[in-house]
Nanobody
Framework: QVQLVESGGGLVQTGGSLRLSCAASGRGVSSYHMAWFRQSPGKEREFVAAISANGALKHYVDSVKGRLTISRDSAKNAVYLQINNLSPEDTALYYC???????????????WGQGTQVTVSS
């Protein structure tokens, strides 16, 4: 069982930046691939970014490339999402997720966190 706890969300102005954090715990958590998803009001949850267990592979949805950076600190069992140049369209509940299979972590991860809210004011 893996537990994921997100933090770092908040209210920011357009053009600002945030760094979201995800604290992971549980057996074998360092061997999991990690991902971030988000769900905006009235929309389905969507994949945003993923990072492999060893940090060597990263994958981003095209719409956020260049503005978002995913990283992980294996020593702390933590994953981060740096979001720059925020716009109101980035307003969403951001979820951390973990998966055993790389090919599945972008769609059907094994574990989910509860989410952290990001609200961007215009």
């Amino acid at each position: 069982q893996v537990q994921l706890v997100e933090s770092g969300g908040g209210l920011v102005q357009t053009g600002g930046s945030l760094r979201l954090s995800c604290a992971a715990s549980g057996r074998g958590v360092s061997s999991y691939h990690m991902a971030w998803f988000r769900q905006s009001p009235g929309k389905e949850r969507e994949f945003v970014a993923a990072i492999s267990a060893n940090g060597a592979l990263k994958h981003y949805v095209d719409s956020v490339k260049g503005r978002l950076t995913i990283s992980r600190d294996s020593a702390k069992n933590a994953v981060y999402l740096q979001i720059n140049n925020l716009s109101p369209e980035d307003t969403a509940l951001y979820y951390c997720a973990a998966g055993v299979r790389w090919v599945a972590v972008t769609g059907t991860p094994d574990y989910w966190g509860q989410g952290t809210q990001v609200t961007v004011s215009s």
